[in-house]
């Protein structure tokens, strides 16, 4: 039995236009709850890199979801989390939702953070993201037909941010998931070359995938232009994360949630039929 909170507080997103936080935001003023974005744009606006912008943002909020853009395992993420902790807690916050990630020990220091803050907490931690193949930096090599990446046979359990998004709700607008970690992942394991064929066969054009050395990945970023710490973001991901540290499946949606997390399969015929890999 679901324990519903019996006032609907605002809750504040952070990240709340990135791919799992502008799908919080959504369900939660779907289902009527105030909730404040934390974005440079908003008002009042939130700014990871201005900490003055930080406690007018948790003024008046009861609850935060808390995803941190890039990633945690960036340096400098974990000093942060802890001061917007701190802050959140010393503001009168009563509940903080984390995203997470696997097998990131900069992460995990993170998680630690946040139980150990005397509030509420709740842990979701995940895989690689169904959407970073249609919403992110894999979509233009998707549409050239030809993604090269240094992605071996090491598979990769892919979540879809959407069951992200349902277990964050529902620990944030219920009190049945207070100190839960919840883990993760998709229904089954997939190398990167296996996921870029169900894209294709989805899409209906043929879509080349190449196993490529992370050096000579780099280069080809460095060519385009990209910058320099997301260079390093996807090279720590591709080289360290995905090591084979990964490569098992975890019950988190189904102990959160009481089903079967969404298949790859069904979110690549879904975004195919909206058009994402066709030029």
């Given at each position: 039995?679901?324990?519903?909170n019996?006032t ?11 791919k799992?936080?502008s ?6 003023k779907?289902k ?22 930080w406690?007018?943002?948790l003024?008046?909020?009861?609850a935060?979801y808390?995803?941190y ?15 917007l ?6 503001s ?9 990630g ?5 992460a ?14 709740t842990i ?6 169904n ?9 233009d090599?998707?549409?050239?037909g030809?993604?090269?990446?240094p ?10 941010v ?11 607008i219920?009190?049945?998931h ?14 990167f070359a296996e ?30 232009n990209i910058?320099?710490?997301?260079i ?12 084979g540290?990964?490569?098992h499946l ?19 015929r879904?975004t195919?039929a909206?058009?994402v890999?066709?030029a």
């Amino acid at each position: 039995m679901k324990t519903a909170n019996t006032t609907k507080q605002t809750v504040l997103v952070l990240g709340g236009t990135g791919k799992t936080g502008s799908r919080v935001a959504a369900q939660l003023k779907e289902k009527g709850w105030p909730v404040r974005i934390g974005s440079r744009s908003a008002d009042p606006s939130f700014d990871w890199e201005d900490k003055t912008t930080w406690e007018p943002a948790l003024q008046g909020i009861d609850a935060v979801y808390l995803s941190y853009h890039p990633d945690l395992a960036i340096p400098g993420a974990v000093d942060k989390i802890r001061t917007l902790t701190q802050t959140a807690v010393k503001s009168g916050v009563k509940k903080i939702v984390l995203l997470s990630g696997r097998g990131e020990k900069e992460a995990q220091a993170c998680e630690q953070i946040v139980m150990n803050s005397g509030i509420s907490w709740t842990i979701v931690r995940c895989a690689w993201f169904n959407q970073n193949f249609s919403e992110g930096y894999l979509v233009d090599p998707l549409l050239a037909g030809h993604v090269a990446l240094p992605a071996g046979n090491v598979a990769e359990p892919f979540i879809d941010v959407e069951d992200i998004a349902d277990v964050a709700v529902a620990a944030l607008i219920t009190e049945d998931h207070n100190g839960q970690a919840y883990e993760l992942t998709g229904p089954r394991m997939m190398t990167f070359a296996e996921a870029v064929q169900e894209i294709a066969t989805a899409a209906g054009r043929p879509i080349q995938y190449q196993a490529i050395p992370v050096e000579e990945y780099k280069a080809m970023l460095v060519e385009y232009n990209i910058p320099d710490d997301f260079i390093w973001l996807v090279t720590y991901l591709f080289t360290e994360v995905l090591d084979g540290r990964n490569a098992h499946l975890s019950d988190g949606v189904q102990r959160a949630l009481g089903r079967a997390p969404r298949d790859f399969s069904e979110y690549a015929r879904k975004t195919a039929a909206e058009g994402v890999w066709n030029a």
